[in-house]
Structures are given as structure tokens and as C-alpha cells.
């Protein structure tokens, strides 16, 4: 046949390959010769032709044109050893590719070889394969229609556990979220009111330190003095107002040791109603209950 290989030689395109190769090598050959003859030639001719000069040079100038003539020397070798090792590959490239496209043409004859014999078994196989592969692309598309049926079933579950889910965190978020504004809010309502109750506690007391000196000058003015009545004593006592000063109640909390001028000090409460207590809202609601104290020195008039 035209592609069948010859029994004895090569074949005409083989050869033609070869002679092709071989030529391609010798262009490469005469060309790396030709530069290296090029490389050598051309300093010695431009050396011959300069004038001789009887220059006396020295010694460091002798050893620098002897390194760059060693140098130049060494790089021809390296180029020469380099072309050298590329015509070596390139022969190796050429003997592999041949053994190669012999064994391919040797396996191309195999091949067609037994095409022949496996022809019949091939059609009788083509035959069983293919009512093979109908059965089972049926099965399989069965078995894809059921697996899909699964795999939507089991994504919209999916889905529907992911949105329960995600609707629940939404709302323990909100409810977080809520009960922290709420937090907030109940501490920033606290801490008002605190500071709120501090204020007034604050101008109570300042008002308190105004008032004491005035309500124990008009009890003073109420008193009457026991005879029995020493200094270095003193009586506490609790007195209830109403929202003008009027007293409701005066009653010793923690006695002096003397009843009689216990009992002097909460008769004057009495006679001094209404007891002089500022008006303003906020604060006339603390001195509803006072608890003074009352010394005999404090009421000497």
C-alpha cells in the first residue's frame, strides 16, 4: 500500500527526513565555525595593522592585556563547548524522533493488523453494547428522576428549617435588642431619678442648714425654761408639718436625760406653729419630717 512501510531499508520520506537533518546540522556547523574563526581572525588582523610604537609599557599594563586575552580565550572555549553541546542534543533530538517514528509506523501496522480480526467481534459487541446502554440509560434516568425527586424534597425541607430558623433568631434578635433598649432605658430612668433625688438631697440639706438656725430662734422664742434645765444636755425630736409649717406631731426621739426639758422643748414646737419651711416644689415635701436637735444653749435667749 502508499504508507506501508518498506521490508528492507528506509522509505523515501524517511529518507528525505534524514538528508533534511543532516544538512540543517552542517549549516549549524559552518556558521559556528565561521563566527568562531570571525572572532579569532579579525583582532589578529587589526593588531598586525596598527603601527609598533616603542612605548615602554608596564609591567601592570602587560598583566591586564594578558588577563583580557585569557578572558577572550575562555569565552571562546565556553561558546565553542556550548555549540558543541547543542549539536550533541540536536543528534540526540534526531535519534530519538527516528526511533520514535519507527515505532509508531511498527504500531500503526499492529494496530491495523488486528483492526481486521476484531472487526466482526465489534460489530457483534457494537449490537450487545448498545441494547446494554439503552437498558441502562433508562435506569439511570429512573434513578436520576427519583434521586432529583429526593433532592428537591430534601432541599425545600431545607429551606423551610432555615428560614423557621433564621425567623426564630430574628426574633430572639429583636427581643434582645428590646430588652436591652429597655435595660437602657430603666438604667438612664434610674440614674436620673438618683441624681435627681441627689440634687434635692443637696439643696435640702443647704436649705436645711438655712432653716435650723431659724425655726430653733422662733422654738426659742416658745420656751419656757425649767429650772432644772444645765447645759450639755440635748433632746432629739421628730416633728411632722403639714405643707405650711404647721406641726402635727412633735415627739423626743432620743431623750437628754432630763424629762422636763424634753417635755419643755416639744411643748415650744407646738406654740411655734407653723414652723418657718420654704414653699418650693420638690423641697417642702422633705421637710414634712424633720428631726432636730435641741441643746438648752440654743434656746437661751
Do not use: C
Amino acid at each position: 500500500m502508499r504508507n506501508q512501510p518498506r521490508r528492507f531499508g528506509l522509505t523515501t520520506k524517511s529518507f528525505v527526513y534524514a538528508l533534511g537533518i543532516h544538512a540543517l546540522i552542517g549549516a549549524l556547523l559552518l556558521v559556528s565555525f565561521n563566527f568562531d574563526l570571525g572572532k579569532v581572525i579579525a583582532p589578529s588582523v587589526k593588531q598586525e595593522v596598527q603601527p609598533v610604537q616603542a612605548t615602554v609599557v608596564a609591567e601592570a599594563d602587560v598583566q591586564k592585556q594578558l588577563e583580557a586575552i585569557e578572558a577572550r580565550e575562555n569565552k571562546k572555549k565556553l561558546e565553542q563547548q556550548q555549540a558543541e553541546k547543542r549539536l550533541k542534543d540536536l543528534l540526540e533530538q534526531t535519534k530519538q524522533a527516528e526511533k520514535k517514528r519507527k515505532e509508531e509506523e511498527k504500531r500503526l501496522a499492529k494496530i491495523k493488523e488486528e483492526k481486521k480480526k476484531k472487526a466482526e467481534e465489534k460489530k457483534k459487541a457494537e449490537a450487545l453494547a448498545k441494547k446494554n446502554a439503552e437498558e441502562k440509560k433508562k435506569k439511570e434516568e429512573l434513578a436520576k428522576a427519583k434521586k432529583e425527586k429526593e433532592r428537591l424534597a430534601k432541599a425545600k425541607k431545607e429551606e423551610e428549617r432555615k428560614r423557621k430558623e433564621a425567623e426564630k433568631k430574628k426574633q430572639a434578635e429583636l427581643a434582645r435588642k428590646k430588652k436591652a433598649a429597655e435595660e437602657k432605658r430603666r438604667k438612664e430612668l434610674a440614674l436620673q431619678k438618683r441624681l435627681e433625688e441627689e440634687r434635692q438631697q443637696a439643696a435640702f440639706n443647704s436649705l436645711l442648714a438655712q432653716y435650723t438656725p431659724i425655726i430653733r430662734q422662733k422654738v426659742s422664742r416658745n420656751w419656757n425654761q425649767p429650772a432644772s434645765t444645765q447645759r450639755g444636755i440635748a433632746a432629739q425630736v421628730v416633728v411632722k408639718l403639714t405643707a405650711t409649717g404647721e406641726v402635727i406631731s412633735a415627739r423626743v426621739s432620743r431623750s437628754s436625760g432630763n424629762s422636763v426639758f424634753d417635755r419643755s422643748v416639744e411643748n415650744a414646737v407646738y406654740k411655734a406653729s407653723p414652723l418657718p419651711i420654704p414653699q418650693e416644689r420638690g423641697i417642702n415635701e422633705k421637710f414634712r419630717n424633720l428631726n432636730l436637735t435641741f441643746r438648752p444653749e440654743d434656746l437661751f435667749s
